[in-house]
T-cell receptor, first 114, second 117 residues
Framework: KQEVTQIPAALSVPEGENLVLNCSFT??????LQWFRQDPGKGLTSLLL?????REQTSGRLNASLDKSSGRSTLYIAASQPGDSATYLCAVPHGSGNTGKLIFGQGTTLQVKP | GAVVSQHPSWVICKSGTSVKIECRSL??????MFWYRQFPKQSLMLMAT?????????EQGVEKDKFLINHASLTLSTLTVTSAHPEDSSFYIC?????????????FGNGTRLTVT
């Protein structure tokens, strides 16, 4: 059974700092991995999608890496800003295909202090 | 802009009543949509897969008679919480992919906060 874990559960950093969020999964036979952002009381915003054949994806100050063999993904945020404060979730599809049914980690709640 | 729209964004209802939540795909057709539930301080858990023109597929432990799903058109799926109880209070979120079935990211609605008193 696939399990997704995110560490740390919460993180507080001063503005401008670079930071790394971690995501691990128990079954390496994933089709892709997706990172989301969730603001309090809101839905999810898709940040990055990494296919199983890819090692990393970049969007602006965000860089997500994927190491299937070790069951890990990281989300790197450069030059953090107060507006980055939110909960970040990683998710993988249920099973080995792209089913659209996602298994989520518990999330990392990030606070960036001005 | 938003590609998946949910309505209402929040609802308060009395115990025993039913509540309908709508999920619409904007400017694209979605033959499949997904309904998730999120309890406070917890992550999202998949409840069911909504299939246009056919019955929904429910995850283990989700009561299909309590959470009625109707996907009557290619742009609309509805989730009805029947005879709601306080333990049904949660954040319900739907998702869909653009275009439906392709290898693209899943997009989520803004969610519906249900409070049952």
């Amino acid at each position: 059974k696939q399990e997704v874990t995110q560490i740390p559960a919460a993180l507080s950093v001063p503005e401008g700092e670079n930071l790394v969020l971690n995501c691990s999964f128990t079954d390496s036979a994933i089709y892709n991995l997706q990172w989301f952002r969730q603001d309090p009381g809101k839905g999810l915003t898709s940040l990055l999608l990494i296919q199983s054949s890819q090692r990393e994806q970049t969007s602006g100050r965000l860089n997500a890496s994927l190491d299937k063999s070790s069951g890990r993904s990281t989300l790197y945020i450069a030059a953090s800003q107060p507006g980055d404060s939110a909960t970040y979730l990683c998710a993988v599809p249920h099973g080995s295909g792209n089913t659209g049914k996602l298994i989520f980690g518990q999330g990392t709640t990030l606070q960036v202090k001005p | 802009g938003a590609v998946v729209s949910q309505h209402p964004s929040w609802v308060i209802c009395k115990s025993g009543t039913s509540v309908k939540i709508e999920c619409r795909s904007l400017d694209f057709q979605a033959t499949t949509m997904f309904w998730y539930r999120q309890f406070p301080k917890q992550s999202l858990m998949l409840m069911a897969t909504s299939n246009e023109g056919s019955k929904a597929t429910y995850e283990q432990g989700v009561e299909k008679d309590k959470f009625l799903i109707n996907h009557a058109s290619l742009t609309l799926s509805t989730l009805t919480v029947t005879s709601a109880h306080p333990e049904d209070s949660s954040f319900y979120i739907c998702s869909a992919r653009i275009p439906s079935g392709s290898n693209s990211p899943l997009h989520f609605g803004n969610g519906t906060r249900l409070t049952v008193t």
